[in-house]
């Protein structure tokens, strides 16, 4: 057996080895912080037997600070497995204390995890610690997670003999998909039968014993944390080993991994219960979803629980409705977003800046129609790879009276097949390309009315996209370009903590088109010019769009949470497909390379990021409202008047309060709107030509001349908030 581990060195076994066994030949250290692993890039048991040649990484828990926090960046794959033992425990611990729940599915997520549970009796939040201290019991335990298969013959018999119909349908679905096995998981050593003989068996059941849902195996099967099942036995006589233990074992249909055994798991917290349904579907089986998170240390639960607590103050949603941004109207229809007037001025804020960016590197803006022909998307491919997220098609037939013909529409799911028809619209040569076209492109998804969210997942939202058409010998420069352009808008936004993610396609799946060779030279450019740069990234398989490979940008706002923002992808399968060409210096017609880029993404989710990352204080150039001027009393609403034309006629956003309110009372609903700067204006202020600066974040400021607010506001412009008025 020939392990091939990260660092391209290889160790050779003549016999069944574990990746925990190969992580002790590597050194005690590793061995002792392994929790799993990687075979093939495949999350893999750190004690179950490898499957022979292959490539191994060892996954350990994470190194701890002073603090207690953990060292450096969370590892994502010893979070998985930390959260999929978790979600096991939390499902074991409900099941002990409400028998009668049956359990349907439950994953690992990016911030935690959660079980769909069938149950009559409700869970509320006071329920929570109850199923804690259920969970810190198993956890104290500290029981091994104990892997078997069977045969899918064999296993959908036995899933059958416990009643679960969600188990049942849960095993079918993974026989549909190909599988030749079941596995189900063991937490903690199954009980134990001593024959007469003395040889000693695992008692294996699910659920009270019963002839038909119970078997037995030699102790001796057990080969690290996987039960060899080939050996078991229908029936053994003898007695139980442990006379106290349980009658039923905790066991789990479930594909793995899992840490190796529950002590494993450090903190933890159950957050939260909604409701969910079967397979999605309303008119189905209502579930109760049972969310919860774990870490390895009490310091990073403590610190996310932080987080998420000021997550809640900052959400957008909240803050969007306080400050007039954007509403959703049930009446309009769910998704789809009405920017306010003050919402309004900042998304053309975004607008304006983006643009003047593009001109200034070479793009020309366009306009393209919100539908198109179903035979567009047909060629591109976005019909039908994307059908089930789109909007049905408008047949015309069905439309004046029947006679519309047998043409059929959709609304616009993508910008890129109306900026392809562009492009062919006129010859090109090699002399005119590049070609960078770009617009700020409505687009419309159907979105699951469950994952809708505020700004965030929307049914109708606008993309600041561009497609680049450009010569092969011009893609390196051209795709540098747009990371660059990306890594300006980001730092320009405060963005300072950015990761880069190469998201390539996975050779094994159907589900990309194009040559495989053109893949590969595309994807072998883009990390060329990654590289080039010297930026760091990692690579995900399998995440590339189907036509083509891409780089995502990763930001972490001010309170450390992670959003995927622009993206940049390089294609050569949709120029092929719609036969686009030039001619090139041969005279002979050429296929251009054509790039995908939005360093937004779309405006809605972009302004619901930035309305978070800023807890609705936007800076200065970007805020909607600038400068409020608030007169102490009605009589200097003149000289306020004065001091608002003033203001407005040096470009600034401002308005008067002319309302009778006590100034405190004026000051308050500025401070409530995030204005950015409030003028009192009084008698001395007006004897002086002055004004008396009020700053949202740092108070009282004094009282200068009307022209210095003016020259430092703008300077305060002009250096993005380095140089602030009144310092």
Request: charge should be neutral; charged fraction near 25%.
């Amino acid at each position: 057996m020939q392990i091939t581990l990260p660092d391209g060195s290889v160790k050779s076994y003549d016999r069944s080895v574990t990746a925990l066994d190969v992580a002790r030949d590597i050194g005690p250290r590793l061995a002792e912080a392994a929790i799993g692993a990687k075979v093939n890039d495949q999350l893999w048991d750190i004690n179950r037997p490898l499957p022979g040649d292959c490539k191994l990484a060892i996954i350990t828990r994470p190194r701890l600070e002073k603090d207690g926090k953990t060292k450096g960046e969370h590892n994502p794959d010893a979070l998985y497995l930390l959260r999929h033992s978790t979600a096991h425990v939390m499902a074991e611990a409900i099941q002990r204390l409400y028998p009668a729940a049956k359990l349907a599915y439950g994953p690992p997520l990016e911030n935690g995890f959660y079980y769909d549970i069938s149950l009559e009796a409700p869970i509320s939040s006071e329920d929570f610690p109850k199923i804690e201290a259920e969970m810190a019991k198993i956890i104290a335990e500290n029981r091994q997670f104990i892997r078997y298969e069977l045969p899918t013959p064999d296993g959908m018999k036995r899933v059958a003999t416990e009643g679960n119909k969600y188990k049942i349908d849960n095993a079918k679905r993974a026989v549909d998909g190909g599988a030749a096995t079941l596995s189900w998981y063991v937490t903690g050593e199954p009980r134990r039968i001593r024959k007469a003989s003395g040889e000693e068996f695992f008692f294996i059941t699910a659920g009270p014993v019963t002839s038909t849902n119970t078997f037995c195996v030699p102790t001796s099967a057990l080969q690290g944390s996987v039960l060899d099942v080939s050996k078991k036995q229908e029936h053994v006589s003898g007695d139980f080993v442990d006379q106290e233990a349980p009658h039923w074992q905790w066991e789990d249909l479930c594909m793995g991994p899992h840490v190796p055994n529950t002590g494993v798991i450090g903190a933890f917290k159950v957050t939260s219960v909604a409701s969910s349904h079967w397979h999605g579907n309303v008119d189905s089986d209502r579930f109760q979803r049972v969310y919860g998170t774990a870490f390895f240390s009490k310091a990073d639960l403590d610190a996310h629980l932080n987080q998420l607590d000021e997550a809640k103050q900052r959400d957008h949603r909240v803050i969007g409705q306080k400050l007039g941004l954007f509403v959703i109207d049930e009446m309009v229809g769910q998704g789809l977003v009405l920017w306010k007037p003050r919402g309004g001025m900042v998304r053309t804020l975004l607008q304006e800046f983006l643009q003047r960016e593009l001109l200034h590197r070479g793009y020309d803006m366009v306009f393209t129609p919100h539908i198109g022909k179903i035979d567009l998307y047909k060629t591109s491919g976005h019909y039908p790879y994307y059908a089930e997220a789109q909007f049905p098609p408008i047949k015309m037939r069905d439309h004046v009276g029947g006679t519309g013909g047998d043409e059929e529409y959709i609304l616009k799911p993508m910008n890129c097949p109306h900026h392809i028809r562009i492009y062919a619209s006129d010859p090109h040569s090699y002399r005119d390309l590049p070609v960078r076209l770009a617009e700020f492109g409505t687009v419309y998804r159907f979105e699951q009315s469950g994952e809708l969210s505020g700004m965030t997942r929307v049914r109708g939202f606008t993309q600041d996209d561009a497609h680049i058409f450009c010569t092969q010998d011009q893609v390196k420069h051209e795709f540098r370009a747009t990371v660059e352009l990306v890594q300006f808008v980001f730092d320009v936004f405060g963005f300072k903590d950015v990761s880069i993610r190469l998201s390539l396609r996975d050779p094994a799946s159907d589900k990309y088109t194009g040559a495989p060779e053109l893949w590969d030279q595309a994807e072998r450019e883009l990390r060329e010019v990654l590289q080039e740069m010297k930026v760091s990234y990692t690579e995900a398989k399998g995440e590339a769009a189907f036509y083509g490979p891409k780089t995502d940008f990763i930001v972490k706002d001010v309170i450390g949470r992670k959003w995927q923002l622009g993206t940049v992808q390089l294609d050569y399968n949709l120029p092929e497909r719609f036969k686009i060409e030039y001619i090139g210096a041969d005279n002979k017609p050429h296929r251009p390379v054509m790039i995908h880029r939005a360093p937004f993404g779309s405006m809605e989710r972009f302004m619901a990021i930035l309305i978070e990352h800023y807890a609705g204080a936007f800076p200065l150039w970007l805020s909607p409202e600038q400068v409020r001027v608030l007169p102490i009393s009605e009589k200097f609403t003149a000289y306020g008047q004065k001091v608002t034309q003033a203001l407005s006629d040096a470009g600034f956003r401002v308005r008067l309060d002319e309302s009778g309110d006590r100034v405190q009372a004026k000051i308050k609903v500025a401070q409530d709107l995030k204005v950015n700067y409030m003028l009192v204006v009084g008698g001395k202020d007006e004897a002086a030509q002055a004004v008396s600066i009020r700053c949202r974040t740092r108070g009282d400021l004094g009282a200068v001349p009307i022209q210095a607010f003016v020259d430092k506001a703008k300077n305060e412009l002009a250096t993005n908030g380095r140089d602030l008025v009144g310092l």
